[in-house]
Every structure is written in structure tokens, then in C-alpha cells.
């Protein structure tokens, strides 16, 4: 009875131990002492005698001797329920009833909820989570697991990359902030500012891109050829039938069975068997969140799993071999012949770009390291009850040190001494040559901000204007809408020297390069619709088109664009995996609630 009623009122308990009283009828002499308002209230109403006995009770402490041996009794269970014990210390002191605790917590209160939810920190909810579902917790990402390698004189010298007076070249530095409640990652070219992420502390709420659940599907939609799925997440995931993998009774070329997507974007214009045929409403499914939730959406999910490695990516229950095409064709060749030998059976492996120059043992090394944490998934998957996560990816700054840096990054420096460990450690069992390029900075001792030292600052605040000058005077309008994001080109002052044509066609050029750059900076996803400058000639559209698809090329991110029209409007589509930096680093105004207008109540009058 008395661990039912801690478990219930958690938040009271680490503010004032009060619960036996709440549970015990001849234990409620004990209330008036936290509590300087109970007293005059025996006081006032002195002709029952019982009353005067319960005020008077907790004074002299020999008349409540009797009923004192259950209050001993009762209390062993309370120490156990708050982990510090400095924290019912802290709650003894404040006079607010429970049901204001999470209120009284301010921002920092928010903080916790977004992990742990609905008021609980985040101890408290990781381990209400672990023992719901049998007192399991979900699988960590493996860093650093073992030694590094040892590579001879050469092999060393090849992935260090350039050096010029002992000091490392490179064409990009990446910098990471750490403030109270975010992490900054940016990424310069030269001086220029081309990416830019912010990232709250990992929770289980809205940062759980990357994440493996096992769900539950709660509705399967046939209209919509897609199913809700519960992942214990307060929104239910969405699993499209273009996302769902069904198995494949065709054999490829190497013998080995594979699992094929359904197909089409969102589950359209495919064939084979409906949704309702492949899912059905209570069944269990192992997923990946390849969305995060935005605004009243909530998560996208995929039954094709992958885990990500420094070198490689691990799909469970495939046979693709890939190789990335960013990759010189002659280290593709070199890299598949090596690939070959260490596929283990029943998984697919896709190289990424940072296996240009690694040995045989080094692919090797993470294969294991990722198919042992397959092994843990699969083991908890199997004594978990559905909705539970089964794998949690690492920190947003960890995930893109891993996917990206590499040689051609001069520098990372980081202004967090706990992460420059984190990530030092890891890029030492990995990438042990590329260690002395990752640097931490003292704000301390440089006296000066780490944003405020590479002139980040400002040019964050001017990625999320409205408006972009072009360097011959026309100008960028960007636009967002809750369905695409709009960009305008204008000539602006951009007058020209020698005609009309020749003017709008440099113009537009000039306005192709700065659109790929701002949609990789300010991250924007989904549909994207860009009207150019109307140019009559050919010629000149298709030269804008391939300007245009190479620019875009330099972004990770995949993109798809249509044909230019007559009109000069451009129809394309980038991929979302997450808020933008405009929704990351702003609020909608509570007065217009965004729209950036107020109506004239005067004239409604």
C-alpha cells in the first residue's frame, strides 16, 4: 500500500515526506509540522477534544509515542524513490503544494519534460520506461569500444590529410557551442557560413531521428495506404506503405534473400498487395524514425533498419552492397573488391565517404562493432513488450563529426570540455590520424566567444532574414508556407551593363548558386518552388538548370528538381528530417500567431 502510494505522488514525495500521513488515518498528527497553516486551525475550533489532541500531538513527542512505530516502519521505502538525497532536502523547503512542483521548475523544468514528460526529470522517466517494460534499457550507440588501429608510416601520412608549417589544411571547420539548453554546430567554408544545426538535449520526444522502436500499429488507414503506430511517443508515428519492407521470394544474383520497399512516394502508383494485407491493427513491428516530429505531425517511420558506423552503414536482413558515389571511381573499385570479403551473411553494408583510404581491418572493425549492437537490439526486441525503444542514436554533434568529418575538415573545435572528451575518445578508436585535428576552445582564456571569434553570430542572424542580397544588387524573398517554401528572384539594383537578357541571365545565375547555399544553411525541406526571372531563350534556361543541379550536388541532403518552365518557375523537393533553423531558433509572435499581421479591430467595429 505505501510503495502504490509513492509511486503515485513521486513529485510530493521529494518535497516533503508526507505520504504516510496521506495513507494512514492515525498518522495525520504529523501533517502540522511542515505546514505552519494547519495550527491556527486546531486553535480556532477547540471544543472537540479530539482536535485540540491532534494539534497538541506533535509538540510533546511522548504522547505520540504509540502511533511513532508505523511512521518508522513506513518511512524505509521513502529514501529509495528520490536517487540524490539532496533533493527532498531542497523540496522541504518550499511551502508549495505538490501540484505546483513542475510549475516552479521555470525553464529548466521544460527542459526535463521534453525527456522524461509530464514534470518527470529525465532519471525518473528512463527508469519508469525501463521497468514497464521489464526493466530493460534501450541500446547506446558504440564509440569507442577498442584500440585503434595500427597503420604503418604511409597508410598514416595518406589519411592525415594536408599539412602547411606543421598547422592542418583544409577546406571547411566545423565549430560546436554548447549552451545551457542547446548545442550549436556550424560549419564554415573558408568564412562563410554553409551549415548551421541546433540541437536540444536528446529526449524521446521530438529528437528521435535515427531511433529503433518496437511499435505497435494501432490503425491501419487502406485509403491512405498508411498505418499509425504507437512507439510511446504522446503523437503516433506514421509508417507509409512506400516505407514498409516486405520480403521478396526472388533470389538475387549472390543466392541471398532480401527485403524489397513497397514502393512509391508516400505508398503511390505501386502494385502487389494493399497495406491492410502486409499490417495489421495490434501487430508488432520493429521500425526507424526517418523523420522527427514537426509541429502536428508526428514521426515518420521505415521498417528498413540501418545503423550507421563511421565507415559503413549496417542493414540488417538485406544483401545491398553500395558504395558512395562521391568516391573517385577508382577507389569505388578498390573498396568493393574489399567489401566483398567482409559482408557478413544475412546483412547489407553501404560504404560511406569517409571509407576513402581505410584498410581492410578497419571495415572490418566497424562491421562488428555495428553487428553487435544488432545482436543487444535483436535480444531486447525479443523480451520487450511493444511500445518500447530498442536503440537511441548519440548526440546530434557526435552524429555529425562521425558522417562528415573528415581531411578535408582543417579543424573542430568544441567549447564543451565533457563532448571534446566524448568526441576526441570516439575519433581515437576510429579515425586515430585525424585526432590533432579536433581542438577545444577556452572561453576562459580566450576571453571572447567561440561564435563571436569566427564571425558566426552574425551571419546566423542574417540566415534567417527574409531577405538575401545577391552580390550584383538583386535580391532573394523567402517565403514559408505550411505546405512548400517559396523563393522569389528579383533584379533589385541590379541594372546591368550591356542588355536586357544578358542582365536577367546573370542574375538568375547569381541567384541559382545563393539558393543552394541558403537552402543547405537554413535547411529547408519539402517543397520547394522558385520563380526566376522570365528569360526567353533556351539556351540560357538550361545553362540556369545546370548551374542550378550543381550547386545542389555540393549538398549532402538529396534533392530532386524539375525542368524549368516557360514561365521560369522551378518545381523541386529537398529532404525534411527535422525542424528548419529559422523554427529551431524562433517563436511564433504570440500576438499574430505568426502570420506576421494584426487585423484592425476598429473597422470590425
Given at each position: ?74 518511512k524505509p521505502p521513502v ?49 519508469t520506461t525501463e521497468t ?221 565517404t569517409a571509407a576513402e ?249
Amino acid at each position: 500500500m505505501d510503495e502504490s502510494t509513492l509511486n503515485d505522488t513521486t513529485p510530493a514525495v521529494r518535497k516533503r515526506r508526507l505520504v504516510v500521513p496521506a495513507t494512514q488515518n492515525e498518522n495525520t498528527e504529523d501533517k502540522p509540522e511542515p505546514k505552519a497553516k494547519s495550527k491556527p486551525k486546531p486553535k480556532a475550533k477547540s471544543e472537540p477534544k479530539a482536535k485540540p489532541k491532534a494539534s497538541s500531538g506533535p509538540k510533546p513527542k511522548s504522547k505520540a509515542d504509540p502511533p511513532q512505530a508505523e511512521p518508522e516502519s513506513a518511512k524505509p521505502p521513502v529514501p529509495p524513490v528520490p536517487p540524490p538525497a539532496r533533493k527532498p532536502q531542497i523540496g522541504d523547503s518550499r511551502p508549495a503544494p505538490a501540484q505546483q512542483a513542475p510549475d516552479g521548475d521555470g525553464a529548466g523544468g521544460r527542459r526535463r519534460r521534453r525527456r522524461g514528460g509530464r514534470g518527470r526529470s529525465s532519471e525518473t522517466a528512463t527508469a519508469t520506461t525501463e521497468t514497464r517494460n521489464g526493466a530493460h534499457a534501450p541500446v547506446e550507440a558504440i564509440l569507442a569500444d577498442q584500440r585503434p588501429l595500427e597503420l604503418d608510416d604511409e597508410q598514416l601520412t595518406e589519411r592525415r590529410g594536408k599539412y602547411r608549417n606543421g598547422k592542418p589544411l583544409g577546406r571547411y571547420r566545423m565549430c560546436v557551442h554548447v549552451s545551457e539548453g542547446a548545442t550549436h554546430i556550424s560549419v564554415l567554408e573558408g568564412r562563410s557560413l554553409i551549415e548551421y544545426y541546433v540541437s536540444r538535449p536528446s529526449d524521446d520526444i521530438s529528437e528521435i531521428y535515427g531511433n529503433l522502436y518496437l511499435g505497435r500499429v494501432r490503425r491501419v488507414l487502406p485509403g491512405m495506404e498508411a498505418a499509425f503506430v504507437d512507439i510511446g511517443t504522446p503523437k503516433q508515428a506514421v509508417l507509409y506503405r512506400g516505407d514498409l519492407t516486405v520480403a521478396s521470394d526472388e533470389s538475387d544474383d549472390d543466392g541471398g534473400s532480401e527485403r524489397k520497399r513497397a514502393g512509391g512516394r508516400r505508398g503511390r502508383s505501386v502494385s502487389g498487395p494493399a497495406i491492410g494485407e502486409l499490417i495489421k491493427n495490434g501487430q508488432t513491428i520493429m521500425c526507424q524514425v526517418i523523420k522527427n516530429p514537426i509541429g502536428h505531425k508526428g514521426a515518420r517511420l521505415t521498417t528498413e533498419v540501418s545503423l550507421p558506423g563511421r565507415f559503413v552503414v549496417l542493414i540488417p536482413n538485406s544483401s545491398v552492397m553500395g558504395i558512395s558515389r562521391r568516391l573517385p571511381s577508382r577507389e569505388r573499385r578498390r573498396l568493393r573488391s574489399l567489401l566483398a570479403k567482409e559482408i557478413p551473411d544475412g546483412f547489407g553494408v553501404i560504404l560511406r565517404t569517409a571509407a576513402e583510404n581505410v584498410t581492410a581491418a578497419e571495415i572490418r572493425r566497424d562491421i562488428e562493432r555495428l553487428t553487435q549492437q544488432w545482436t543487444k537490439i535483436s535480444e531486447l526486441a525479443e523480451r520487450s513488450d511493444a511500445p518500447v525503444l530498442l536503440f537511441r542514436e548519440p548526440e546530434l554533434a557526435v552524429r555529425i563529426i562521425r558522417e562528415q568529418f573528415t581531411a578535408d575538415f582543417r579543424e573542430v573545435v568544441i567549447d564543451d570540455p565533457a563532448l571534446f572528451e566524448q568526441v576526441k575518445g570516439y575519433m581515437e578508436a576510429v579515425a586515430a590520424p585525424l585526432v590533432d585535428r579536433i581542438r577545444y576552445y577556452d572561453p576562459v582564456a580566450e576571453r571572447l566567444p567561440l561564435f563571436e571569434r569566427v564571425h558566426v553570430a552574425e551571419q546566423v542572424r542574417k540566415a534567417t532574414d527574409r531577405k538575401v542580397w545577391l552580390p550584383s544588387g538583386g535580391s532573394l524573398i523567402i517565403e514559408h508556407t505550411e505546405a512548400l517554401t517559396v523563393i522569389d528572384v528579383n533584379t533589385g539594383r541590379n541594372v546591368g551593363k550591356s542588355s536586357l537578357n544578358e542582365t536577367l541571365f546573370q542574375n538568375n545565375l547569381e541567384a541559382a548558386t545563393e539558393i543552394a547555399k541558403q537552402l543547405r544553411l537554413r535547411d529547408i525541406g519539402g517543397i520547394i518552388i522558385i520563380d526566376f526571372v522570365d528569360m526567353d531563350d533556351k539556351q540560357q534556361r538550361d545553362k540556369l538548370m545546370s548551374t542550378l543541379n550543381e550547386a545542389l550536388a555540393r549538398d549532402k541532403t538529396r534533392t530532386a528538381t524539375e525542368p524549368i518552365s516557360d514561365m521560369g518557375i522551378v518545381q523541386m523537393t529537398r529532404m525534411r528530417t527535422g525542424e528548419g533553423l529559422l523554427e529551431s531558433m524562433s517563436d511564433p509572435c504570440e500576438a499574430c500567431d505568426g502570420r506576421g499581421i494584426q487585423l484592425r479591430e476598429s473597422l470590425f467595429a
